[in-house]
């Protein structure tokens, strides 16, 4: 290398490091010595060292956005088998996967006995939502009704809400799992009406619609509120028993033998 070469390195690295192009950075000369000795154009070049960056950007958007979605990280379609789903729901979920639902601002409603894999599932198409770059947000219903009530009580209900409405996608898990009070019934039914036609939803519920009136007490909000979450939705009706007790007698099934 000359004294010419060594000092354009010098300056290049710092011009680099300013634009923010850690990659570039990196592996700029030794691809350069590569494209030498292969002949690469040098569009190509350039495309390797642009097709890295991306990369190494994307990997960190992906990171970034699993933290503040705060999914569980182990819920997802890697851990959840899918053959214990009837046929026609295991296409339904197909679908769902490819995400497209949330550019509709679909939602997608979970119902099904306690254990039937209601969260799992829906966690498991938040995680994909997130591969593909999508901002997610996860939550349990009960800790959702707090936030909101904190927020109200602090006169700051408006802006909760607006930071809910950056997510393209917020679960609520266990949906109906609230105290008996009507402020909180009141809080909930707000996101909802909210939320309606901004955005997608997740939920899942272990309660069918038509015992809802003990969420939103009377007939009316009730009917509102499944108006506006059915209006665009998915419906996923997990009728399959519950995966810990199957597993469970798959044991004791197991050591008997
Ligand atoms: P629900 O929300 O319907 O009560 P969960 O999603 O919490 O049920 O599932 C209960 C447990 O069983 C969890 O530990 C979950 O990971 C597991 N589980 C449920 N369905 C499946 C499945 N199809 N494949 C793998 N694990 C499952
Ligand atoms: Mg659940």
Request: contains cysteine; glycine residues 4%.
């Amino acid at each position: 290398m000359t004294r010419g070469d060594r000092n354009l390195h010098r300056q290049l690295l710092l011009l680099l490091k300013e634009l923010h192009l850690p990659m570039f950075r990196e592996y700029y000369a030794a691809l350069a010595n590569q494209a030498l000795q292969e002949g690469m154009s040098y569009s190509r070049y350039l495309y390797e060292l642009a097709q890295k960056e991306w990369e190494v950007r994307r990997a960190h958007k992906i990171e970034r956005l699993v933290k503040t979605s705060n999914l569980p990280l182990e819920k997802t379609l890697s851990t959840f088998d899918l053959k214990r789903l009837p046929l026609k729901l295991r296409q339904q979920v197909m679908i769902l996967l490819e995400g497209d639902f949330v550019q509709r601002r679909e939602n997608i409603l979970a119902f099904g006995q306690p254990g039937s894999g209601k969260t799992h599932l829906l966690c498991a198409i938040g995680h994909e939502l997130v591969r593909q770059g999508r901002r997610i947000y996860f939550t349990s219903c009960d800790l959702m009704v707090q936030e909101l009530l904190r927020a109200k009580r602090d006169l700051e209900l408006d802006k909760r809400l607006k930071k809910y409405a950056r997510f393209e996608a917020i679960m609520i898990d266990d949906f109906g799992y609230v105290k008996q009070e009507r402020e909180e019934m009141e809080v909930l039914f707000t996101l909802l009406a909210h939320r309606y036609e901004r955005g997608s939803l997740l939920i899942t519920s272990n309660l069918p619609f038509s015992k809802w009136e003990m969420i939103f007490k009377d007939p009316m909000t009730t009917a509102a509120a499944i108006d506006r979450l059915v209006h665009h939705s998915v419906i996923l009706e997990l009728n399959v028993p519950s995966y810990r007790a199957e597993e469970a007698n798959k044991r004791k099934k197991g050591s008997a033998e």
